[in-house]
């Protein structure tokens, strides 16, 4: 074969497993993308429940002041019911509604903790469907991305070896300029060199469009074993026929 044709086997398979691989890594993108949000929700339900706890153990601390407010309440009633002096008995009688008016407030600080817990469990409920509908999206994209593998694997083994085969064959130079124009345009090293006018010796190159000189023209049609590259996207050309005989 000459080294066109063998750049042009190359081309074939290098092309399908390029495919193959960027299919199986597509799947495994997605799937972490998907882990990631999975991720991200675990970490909200954290800090949301966290954040009840804390408005949760607030409103206890109130409640347990506020009953203790009470307590003293309650012994000064005790003493304003004994009491026989009418100055000891309004001066009760006011601690008492200072005292009363301080449990209201704690109280009214207990029922703002709680109306905020309750606030965030609401919140944590969404957050926590959410979270079910992630996990349901995660499995899929965890079977999917197995499917993918346990599909891809075999056929890339395959291909990798027939590459490293059709890549032997290839001198290092030459093998360097398609490696290179392969990585630039995802597996389209090869351009096939089209002619827009035999007689006014006009060519250009089928992938980038771009005019290629007759004179590289005529070395390819004349010599099959010395790559030609297109001036403008460094993709090696190849004539038609070459690839009509290999494809
Ligand atoms: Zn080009």
Same mark, same amino acid.
């Given at each position: 074969?000459?080294?066109?044709?063998?750049?042009v086997?190359?081309?074939?398979? &290098?092309?399908? /497993?390029? $495919?193959?691989?960027?299919r199986l @890594?597509?799947? #495994?993108?997605?799937?972490?993308?998907? !882990?990631? *949000?999975?991720?991200?929700?675990?970490?909200?339900?954290?800090?949301?429940?966290?954040?009840?706890?804390?408005?949760?153990?607030?409103?206890?601390?109130?409640?347990?002041?506020?009953?203790?407010?009470?307590?003293?309440?309650?012994?000064?009633?005790?003493?304003?019911?004994?009491?026989?002096?009418?100055?000891?008995?309004?001066?009760?009688?006011?601690?008492m509604?200072t005292?009363?008016?301080?449990?209201?407030?704690? &109280?009214?600080? /207990?029922? $703002?903790?709680?109306?905020?817990? @309750?606030?965030? #469990?609401?919140?944590?409920?969404?957050? !926590?469907? *959410?979270?079910?509908?992630?996990?349901?999206?995660?499995?899929?994209?965890?079977?999917?991305?197995?499917?993918?593998?346990?599909?891809?694997?075999?056929?890339?083994?395959?291909?990798?070896?027939?590459?490293?085969?059709?890549?032997?064959?290839?001198?290092?130079?030459?093998?360097?300029?398609?490696?290179?124009?392969?990585?630039?345009?995802?597996?389209?090293?090869?351009?096939?060199?089209?002619?827009?006018?035999?007689?006014?010796?006009?060519?250009?190159?089928?992938?980038?469009?771009? @005019?290629?000189?007759?004179?590289?023209?005529?070395?390819?049609?004349?010599?099959?074993?010395?790559?030609?590259?297109?001036?403008?996207?460094?993709?090696?050309?190849?004539?038609?026929?070459?690839?009509?005989?290999?494809?």
């Amino acid at each position: 074969m000459t080294l066109i044709a063998d750049l042009v086997s190359l081309h074939q398979v &290098d092309s399908q /497993a390029r $495919a193959l691989r960027s299919r199986l @890594e597509g799947a #495994q993108r997605h799937k972490a993308i998907q !882990e990631r *949000q999975g991720a991200q929700l675990q970490t909200r339900m954290d800090e949301v429940r966290a954040q009840i706890r804390h408005h949760q153990s607030t409103a206890a601390n109130h409640e347990a002041e506020s009953g203790s407010v009470d307590s003293r309440i309650e012994s000064l009633r005790q003493q304003l019911n004994a009491s026989t002096n009418p100055r000891q008995y309004s001066a009760i009688l006011a601690e008492m509604k200072t005292l009363q008016s301080k449990r209201d407030e704690i &109280d009214e600080l /207990a029922l $703002a903790q709680m109306q905020k817990a @309750e606030e965030l #469990q609401t919140k944590l409920t969404e957050i !926590e469907q *959410q979270a079910a509908e992630r996990a349901k999206v995660v499995d899929v994209a965890k079977a999917e991305f197995e499917t993918c593998r346990s599909e891809v694997a075999e056929r890339l083994a395959s291909l990798e070896q027939e590459r490293a085969a059709a890549a032997a064959r290839v001198p290092r130079s030459e093998l360097d300029a398609f490696t290179r124009a392969a990585d630039l345009y995802e597996g389209e090293a090869m351009a096939e060199l089209v002619t827009i006018d035999l007689r006014r010796r006009e060519y250009v190159c089928g992938a980038c469009n771009m @005019e290629v000189p007759a004179e590289k023209y005529a070395s390819l049609a004349s010599n099959p074993n010395v790559a030609v590259t297109c001036t403008s996207c460094q993709r090696i050309l190849f004539l038609p026929q070459v690839a009509a005989t290999h494809s």
